[in-house]
């Protein structure tokens, strides 16, 4: 999902509950913080010598460990944060955004990167649907070329 389909979802409905499951369904309690938002840009090159070039929204959340009062951010608060970052550094509408996070629910690694695949609609509650980002080769033309795929 891109970064600016991602924050006019949640424009849509500002008071809701963000909350983020995986495909299994486990979700990341409340008390989450929202710990920085990167505006990142790469430059690669592949093992056939192909250059790449992309950018990305990554959102990094931390949780405690205790949950003190389960409490889950809204969508307005998101934005709010969304908002001033976005007048401090260029964050690009059309990079695709990614979470950053790890528990025992969602593996940690140093690629623990997490797509948002979609949104459900659960009463009070926006569930956002996370799933694992894979590196993918593709060989089509006899050049491998590696992109992330949800």
Known sequence: MITEDFIGRLRQAPAKRLVFANSDGATIHGDYHLTELK???FDAVD???QKNQWKETI???WI???EENGEFMTAAKLLSI?????HLIPLDPTAEIRFEYGDENFPPSNLSFWCSC???RRHA???IALNPARLVAD???GVPNLAWFC
Do not use: I, M, T, W
């Not at 969304?82 to 976005?86: E, G, H, N, P, R």
């Open 64 to 66: 405690p460990e205790d």
């Open 125 to 127: 509650r926006r569930v």
């Open 59 to 61: 959102v990094q959340l």
């Open 139 to 141: 060989n089509s033309g």
């Open 39 to 41: 505006a990142a840009s």
């Open 47 to 49: 093992c056939g010598a």
């Open 82 to 86: 969304y908002d001033k970052v976005a």
């Open 118 to 120: 979609g949104f459900h």
